[in-house]
Structure formats: C-alpha cells, structure tokens
C-alpha cells in the first residue's frame, strides 16, 4: 500500500508542477522575466524585427491570455448580441491588434528595471490583481496591473491596466459606438482595416 | 505669429458642426472638444512633432534624461505642496527631500540621486488636489495645445503654471528659453506613447479620452482606485 501512494505521487509530480498550479505572481514574474531576457539577447529583435517579436509573444505571453474573455468584456452588452461566428472573428482581430500594439509597446522596452509586488489574495481566490512596476529614473513608476482569473488551464490574464488605464475599459466605448453606428459587422470591418494598415506599416520596419 | 495662430485655432474650429451622434454624458461638449483637437492634431503634426523628432535626433539620449531631470526636479516642490495640501506629509515630506538632495548632491536635479536613495517620484499637481478633496471633474475639456483635461484639471492646470518656479526666472528670454526646452523635451519622451496610441486606437478621439478619464481617476487615488467591476 505504501509503495502505491508512492508510486501514485511519483506520477503526480510532474503535474503539479506544471503551469496549472503556478500561482499568478509568480506566473506572471517568470513570463516576464523570459521574454524581456529573449528580447534583450535576439539580434532581430534589438535591430526592430518585429515579426520575429510578434512571434515571441505568440509562443511566450498569449497561452497565457483569455482573449474570448477580454474581447466579450470589451463587447459589453453587444457580446451576447453577437453570433457564434461574430464573435470567433471579433476575438480574433481584436487578438490580432493587442498583439501588435503589445509588440509595439515592448520595441520601445529599453532596460527599465521591474518590481513585482507581492500578492495580495487569499489562497482561494480565483480572481486576482497581479501588480509589477516598471521603474525608470526621473519619473514615476508606471504600474502594470494584470487580471487574473483561475480556469482549468491554470491562471489566465483578461485585462491589463497600464498606469492605471484598462485596456478592455478603454475599448469599451470605442466598441459600442461602431457598433452602434455601423452594427458588429461594421467592427469587424474596423478591426480588420485597422490590423491591415498595422501589418503594412510594420512590413516596412 | 500668434494672430496667426488665432487664426488657424478660429477656423479648425469652424468646423466643428455637431455630427448628431448619441453624446457621451462625459463629454457633452465634444463638438468644441473636437475642434480644438483638430487644431492641436494640427499643430502637432506640423510643428511639434518634427521639432521633437530633431531634438531626439540631435541630442543623446543621456542628455535628453538628465534635461528631464532638471525639470521633474524642479516640479517636485509643488508635488510636495500637493501632497501636503491632500493631508499626505509623508510623501509631502519626501517629495521635498527629493528636491533638497537632488538639487545639492543630484547638482541643480541633473541627476536623481533620490531615487537611488530610495525616495520615490510622485505625480501630484492641483487638478490632483481638487479630485481628491471631492470636486468632479465636470465635462470634459480640450486645451488648445496643452490636450485633454477637464474642467477641475484645466482650473488645477491654470494653478500649476501660476506657481511654476520657472515662471518666476529672468531675464524673460531665460524663462521662453528654459519654457521652450520644456516643451519640446516633454514632447520627445512623448513620442513613443504617442506613435502606440496611433496603433492601438480606431478612433484616436476617443481612446484618448476614455483614457485620460481613467488614468486621471486612477492619479487622484494614487493608483488603487475603488475597483469598477466590468460585467
């Protein structure tokens, strides 16, 4: 009996080591810590490649991410007004240009130090606020604020607040007057051309 | 020179007829606001941004930090007033310290030593204070130039420009001088932020709004506001 609770934790072991499990903070710590140290090593990247970037967050910070959640947040009430096709493409331009800002956010990262503060919630919660510092001489911290929701698939990120601005608050109003002007096929539309110019603009880099 | 830019600021105005959209209950006086920031579009676009560009081109990125420095330094003493006058001495207390070590030791604020020592920048101004001692913001403002306010943070602006130390230096050609390196060095640290809000955005008017909106808000309550639960 005692050799198969052993064996039985043997093989639980590599499970509860996976991301499952990997509380937010420190989720959140390494993802970042990773990607800045990939950034500051790529020679394509420092020389402003930024489909090599886009792929980085792609492999690195989107697993990470709720998008469908962040995009029915950013709907409002216009999310459960939408189809089941609407809202695969609305999540998928939205992806799509939070990727591409994100990537162009971190371009200008030029070795600002960070300071992650400890969590503050209860081991039970299933709903946290991740807060990291970026810190820079001469001026005032900017703080990042992640919200995290715990899912099957481990912690996932729905909304980010930059200097205390929710990008999904913010897309908010954006989203409701197209759609309200031009219906959510109109948004799409939006997203699309939108992606397109960024995608050309970026070609060029 | 500015007869003409009267000029450029009355006709961009002209054309703001109101377009008969739903109106946002923060903003009622978007049409205004929308001419005004036509203007300022303008001018940054024609005036602004390319001297930024030359001045970032021109001059190191070390000497650009340590220019901002020598202005942040200066600023910190109304900071401190702030905080004082929001019942916060502590970081009141702080913030004049940093202006002491820095302006000795940092020599004149080129360097922030305080930092390094541990004492931390804050941001502070009037429209700040105002917030905190419970007056609303009011609609929301387009400044010619100066961008997005509100009706209390263009009063707290107006008060932060009254009492800016560098308005009291002379000989005058000294003070536009400073006042212009000022500017155009604000304007430069601003260019990246500046370039991701064109990408970031559909409808630049509007992210730019809703964002000053909440980053305000979160200012006032030095970065933990009452959190808003989306739905």
């Not at chain 1, 489909?51 to 990470?64: G, S, T, W």
């Not at chain 1, 604020?145 to 999904?168: F, Q």
């Not at chain 2, 604000?186 to 809000?197: E, G, K, N, P, Y």
């Not at chain 2, 955005?201 to 200012?219: H, I, V």
Request: net charge neutral.
């Amino acid at each position: 009996m005692k050799r198969f609770l052993s064996m039985l934790c043997l093989t639980l072991l590599p499970l509860a080591a996976s991301a499952q499990d990997t509380a937010p903070d420190v989720l959140v710590k390494s993802v970042t810590l990773e990607v800045v140290e990939l950034i500051a090593k790529d020679k394509e990247i420092k020389a402003g490649g930024r489909a090599k970037l886009i792929e980085v967050i792609e492999a690195k910070v989107l697993p990470h991410f709720n998008f469908n959640a962040m995009t029915a947040l950013a709907m409002g009430q216009n999310w459960n007004k939408s189809s089941p096709e609407q809202k695969k493409r609305l999540t998928e331009e939205f992806k799509t240009l939070l990727v591409r800002t994100y990537a162009s956010a971190l371009a200008a990262y030029s070795e600002q130090k960070f300071d992650f503060r400890p969590l503050r919630a209860k081991p039970t919660d299933t709903d946290v606020t991740v807060n990291v510092r970026v810190l820079q001489p001469g001026a005032q911290a900017v703080t990042i604020d992640y919200s995290m929701e715990k899912t099957a698939s481990g912690w996932k990120v729905y909304d980010v607040m930059v200097g205390g601005v929710s990008l999904v608050a913010n897309y908010r109003t954006e989203f409701a007057n197209t759609v309200r002007n031009s219906g959510i096929d109109g948004l799409i539309k939006d997203l699309q051309t939108k992606n397109r110019s960024l995608a050309k603009q970026q070609e060029k880099k | 020179m500015i007869r003409l830019v009267l000029l450029a600021f009355l006709a961009a105005l002209g054309g703001c007829a109101s377009t008969g959209e739903e109106r946002d209950p923060r903003d009622p006086l978007e049409g205004f606001n929308r001419g005004v920031y036509r203007f300022n579009e303008g001018f940054d676009d024609w005036i602004a941004k390319p001297v930024a560009r030359t001045y970032r081109k021109a001059l190191h990125q070390e000497i650009r930090s340590r220019v901002g420095n020598f202005f942040a330094n200066v600023q910190d003493i109304f900071i401190g007033v702030n905080n004082f006058l929001q019942g916060k001495l502590e970081d009141g207390v702080n913030d004049w310290a940093r202006f002491a070590f820095n302006s000795t030791f940092g020599l004149l604020g080129l360097h922030d030593v305080a930092s390094d020592m541990g004492l931390e920048k804050h941001n502070e101004d009037f429209g700040q204070t105002f917030g905190r001692w419970g007056v609303p913001p009011g609609p929301y403002l387009i400044l010619p130039f100066l961008g997005s306010s509100t009706v209390r943070d263009g009063a707290g602006t107006a008060l932060d420009y009254y009492f800016a130390p560098l308005t009291e230096v002379r000989p005058i050609e000294l003070r536009n001088t400073l006042f212009g390196l000022y500017l155009v060095n604000t304007r430069a640290d601003l260019l990246d932020a500046s370039q991701l809000l064109e990408e970031a955005a559909l409808d630049k008017y509007t992210f730019q709004r809703d964002a000053f909106l909440q980053r305000r808000r979160s200012l006032i309550y030095d970065g933990n506001p009452p959190r808003e639960k989306l739905e």
